[in-house]
Nanobody
Framework: QVQLVESGGGSVQPGGSLRLSCAAS????????MGWYRQGPGEQREMVAD???????SYADSVKGRFAISRDNAKNSVYLQMNSLRPEDTAVYFC???????????????WGQGTQVTVSS
């Protein structure tokens, strides 16, 4: 069973920074895309940033130039550095991983439980 655990959320003032971390545990054979989604109050979940196994990144237009995604394949971990935070960045942030396990024998999507990020003065 693969489990993703996020950490690093919290409350910060506008203009501040936070770094989110997500570590996967379980018998993972290989990973493909890893990334972050978020869901604000009363909103649909949206992609924030993701990174392929080859290092290609994608960002939502609203976070380009402010957020940076990185990953450590050896640790099956993904990170999100968030700078210049704005009140509209307030949301629950979920990490996501597309991974292959020998137990399942196929590629599946896995999600973390979410971590709250609140940007407020």
């Amino acid at each position: 069973q693969v489990q993703l655990v996020e950490s690093g959320g919290g409350s910060v003032q506008p203009g501040g920074s936070l770094r989110l971390s997500c570590a996967a545990s379980g018998r993972i054979f290989s990973t493909n895309v890893m990334g972050w989604y978020r869901q604000g109050p009363g909103e649909q979940r949206e992609m924030v940033a993701d990174m392929t196994g080859g290092g290609r990144t994608s960002y939502a237009d609203s976070v380009k130039g402010r957020f940076a995604i990185s990953r450590d394949n050896a640790k099956n971990s993904v990170y999100l550095q968030m700078n210049s935070l704005r009140p509209e960045d307030t949301a629950v942030y979920f990490c996501y991983m597309n991974a292959f396990t020998l137990i399942e024998g196929r590629w599946l999507d896995y999600w973390g439980q979410g971590t709250q990020v609140t940007v407020s003065s």
